[in-house]
């Protein structure tokens, strides 16, 4: 983990710093390495990067536009149709690879955005304690004490549907874990002689915050981070299939499961295909966060 | 002990205010009118004026935000908007429903979970242990939608072998009740348990080094019995206070349950509330959800002391 840069440029000069230096890097390569190394890493990862070029690349490797009526409902799997095609005759396949276009935006902006909100929020409370701790911390409790999902439906519902609203809802709604996370880590690290040392040269609070102790708590976020995405697409497909998050016609793999009840004695197989998505992707995130917990985290380890 | 109870009551007491307060504003800052919602969009500008007038709407937010305050306090929750009925009689009964599930659910979850988790523990590192860490990793992966569905269509449609979707009450026939039960239990335990069931067996695995347990091979026990007297009490402390956890999640589980299952508790009505606007109901249910929360939260903190005596109440 990175420490903090000099404040004073002579000592940079000193052989003493550039060998520190080097360590540092040294070490950072091999934890990354550990990282990579790890089984549960490699198949999340790994998952989820597939996951991420076939989003990006959908209007390219999908044979149909995903919205289009081909003509036949319902028809089974064919050379022509891979998976088939849905009730208004839409390309399954199609629609499918689109669908993870908008599982990854929602997950990957919110997290981002519960990110953003919870980690500084975390410093602040755990490094000044007091008034700060506790106004904090009571909110992240109020929030917490919901059901995250009755939140986001509440807040949907009453907003209707739209995008923006999903990310911000689901953002929100997520930054108490990153908050408690971050928090937890700084109240043990400001207590470290390097946190110490920094305050003691006279380095400014926002730069011991975000320069001397995030770079220590961001294990612990990655993790966490990990986790929310899975999370994020979950809570984005079960709004769907409620007919309260991604509205039609846009594919979204929660609203395919939610019609393909309508019709589970026809054509069972669009039921199927778009769990299998969803359930791969949300599994991806959760090992993918599992592998990063056994190596950046083992206190934590479960 | 006394103290500690007294002092998290009152902070109870604050947070669900809190919680109040948030649901309050959150509903009324947001955009929409439920009058306009109730008559029609089209309806004349002095008939919603007047409906307005009648329910208190055009007095300012704060004088509506204490007034209230101050029903709920006296436990008048107020009336449904459209339907006219109270609120409150009618959260209670859809709450003794939903509870039903999330009991249900609980009860399945340590029945499949600690036995399982212990099954982990004693072979760790095993291929026993890999298959059951796959097994729990997809009870957290997969969507609870896809479970009940896939379930749905299994049981209900392929095999006959449960009731379709006709929810009878338990005072009616409750032996119907419970099959109906079943499947939206299973559904909401498969996440549930399988966190159960991972927290037992790291729990577990940590606790079976502690020396005590040394002490307990060393006189000759068994490993089955130092697990079963020694150990599992020790390492139930995480499993209960993540089960508190889980309370929250299984909530807000039974919103896709019950609407899966069509099964008539909190959730639905909660769904059917927000398409019409109905404030007082949604506020209503909003506050349940909240204090049950924070109830079983403090639930879960009294166990947890009294499993670990060491616990100090601070």
């Known amino acids: ?302 | 002990m006394a103290r500690y109870v007294l002092r998290r009551l009152v902070y109870l007491i604050v947070q669900v205010f809190w919680v109040a307060t948030v649901a309050f504003v959150l509903i009324h800052l947001v955009p929409g009118n439920p009058v306009r919602a109730m008559l029609g969009q089209d309806a004349p500008a002095a008939q919603v004026a007047q409906v307005e007038h009648v329910l208190g709407l055009d007095r300012p937010i704060l004088v509506q935000y204490v007034s209230w305050l101050g029903h709920v306090a006296r436990g008048n929750f107020g009336q449904s908007e459209l339907g006219g009925w109270q609120v409150l009689p009618e959260v209670m009964s859809r709450l003794g429903n939903t509870l039903e599930l999330i009991v249900g659910a609980i009860i399945l979850s340590i029945l499949i979970g600690i036995p399982l988790g212990a099954a982990a523990a004693r072979r760790p590192n095993t291929w026993t242990d890999m298959i059951l860490g796959w097994v729990a990793m997809a009870g957290i992966s997969l969507p609870n939608f896809v479970i009940g569905t896939v379930l749905l269509l299994l049981f209900a449609v392929q095999w006959h072998v449960l009731p379709h979707l006709e929810f009878v009450a338990w005072t009616k026939n409750p032996l119907q009740h419970l099959e109906l039960l079943v499947l939206p239990c299973v559904t909401l335990a498969a996440a549930s348990g399988a966190v159960v069931m991972r927290m037992t067996r790291s729990s577990l695995l940590e606790v079976t080094r502690a020396d005590f347990m040394r002490t307990a091979r060393a006189k000759g026990l068994s490993e089955a019995a130092a697990v079963r007297r020694h150990a599992l009490k020790n390492a139930m402390n995480p499993v209960v206070s993540i089960l508190g956890l889980q309370v929250g999640a299984l909530l807000g589980g039974t919103v896709i349950v019950e609407t899966i299952y069509g099964w008539p508790g909190l959730s639905t009505l909660l769904l059917d509330a927000i398409s019409n606007r109905d404030y007082p109901v949604i506020q209503g249910i909003v506050l349940a959800i909240a204090f049950l929360t924070v109830v079983v939260n403090l639930g879960v903190d009294l166990v947890y002391a009294y499993l670990d005596p060491r616990i100090r109440y601070v």
């Open chain 1, 1 to 302: 983990m990175s420490k903090p840069s000099p404040v004073q440029p002579t000592q940079a000069d000193s052989p003493e710093h550039g060998q520190a230096r080097i360590n540092e890097l040294e070490a950072r390569e091999v934890l990354w390495r550990r990282v990579l190394r790890n089984r549960r890493v490699q198949l999340g990862g790994g998952i989820v990067l597939i996951t991420v070029i076939v989003a990006l690349l959908a209007s390219h490797i999908a044979p149909y536009d995903p919205n289009k009526l081909l003509g036949m409902p319902l028809l089974p799997p064919s050379p022509a149709h891979l998976l088939g095609t849905d009730d208004f005759g839409r390309d399954e396949f199609s629609r499918l690879l689109y669908g993870a276009r908008v599982s990854l935006a929602v997950s990957a902006l919110s997290i981002a955005l519960a990110a953003v909100i919870g980690i500084p929020l975390g410093l602040l409370a755990g490094y000044y304690r007091g008034a700060t701790e506790t106004i904090i911390m009571r909110a992240a409790d109020v929030v917490l004490s919901f059901p995250t999902i009755v939140l986001a439906i509440a807040v949907v519902g009453i907003l209707g549907p739209s995008f923006r609203d999903l990310v911000l809802v689901i953002g929100v709604v997520y930054a108490p874990p990153f908050i408690r996370v971050v928090y937890g880590s700084t109240l043990r690290e400001r207590q470290e002689e390097y946190v110490q040392a920094a305050q003691a040269i006279g380095a400014r609070d926002a730069y011991v915050l975000f320069r001397v102790v995030l770079p220590n708590v961001m294990a612990p976020v990655l993790v966490q981070g990990s986790l929310g995405l899975g999370l994020a697409v979950l809570i984005e497909a079960g709004l769907s299939f409620l007919g309260l998050g991604t509205q039609p016609p846009t594919a979204s793999w929660g609203a395919m499961v939610a019609v393909s009840r309508n019709f589970l004695t026809r054509q069972p197989l669009l039921l199927i295909w778009p769990s299998i998505a969803v359930s791969l992707l949300v599994l991806a995130f959760n090992t993918l966060g599992d592998g990063l917990r056994d190596v950046l985290d083992p206190r934590l380890k479960t």
